[in-house]
């Protein structure tokens, strides 16, 4: 097997359970599948989905997608620059880890029907900060547990993440 499920187009998309700990997403009608059966939260994502598609899926239901390139983003004021730039965060965004869960929790002039937040290449994170980079977890964590309970999906895929946060569910 070659690590990605058998896709027969006759199956309306239908995508095969998990495969070496993973489930195989290959294409953006599987998406509508998948994130229907999802628990909102983050993944790492390693699909032949790419962002742009990702980015166009979501918008086309209605959501909000947001991508993050973190190949520079080494320590926490890089990341939450990064973010904030990607968000458009709001103007009193303090660029510290309360801002940004509150932030993350008012989405104010952002409202939509879900939320999909792609972060590629995240272990400069995980490897120059990592105090850092379990903070952003835990608060990316506590934003998609916050829009579940207001009714909302919010999800984040991890992309390019080099074996990293094996914890964490692969989607590919």
Known sequence: MNGFAEYDDSACGQFSDEINGGINVIS???LTILFGELEPGIYRYAGRVGNTDLQRWAQARG???WQIN???IAN??????A???AMQLPAWFGRNWDA???SLRDLAGQRADGYLLIYDYPAPL????PAAWRMVLDILRDASDFW???GQLFYVLLRHTRGLAPEIPLLR
């Open 83 to 85: 973010l904030e730039r």
């Open 126 to 129: 995980a490897e120059g900060d």
């Open 100 to 102: 940004l869960d509150e």
């Open 63 to 65: 959501w909000r997608a």
């Open 70 to 72: 973190g190949t520079s």
């Open 28 to 30: 953006v009608d599987e």
């Open 76 to 81: 926490k004021s890089a990341f939450l620059s």
């Open 148 to 150: 579940q309970q207001q």
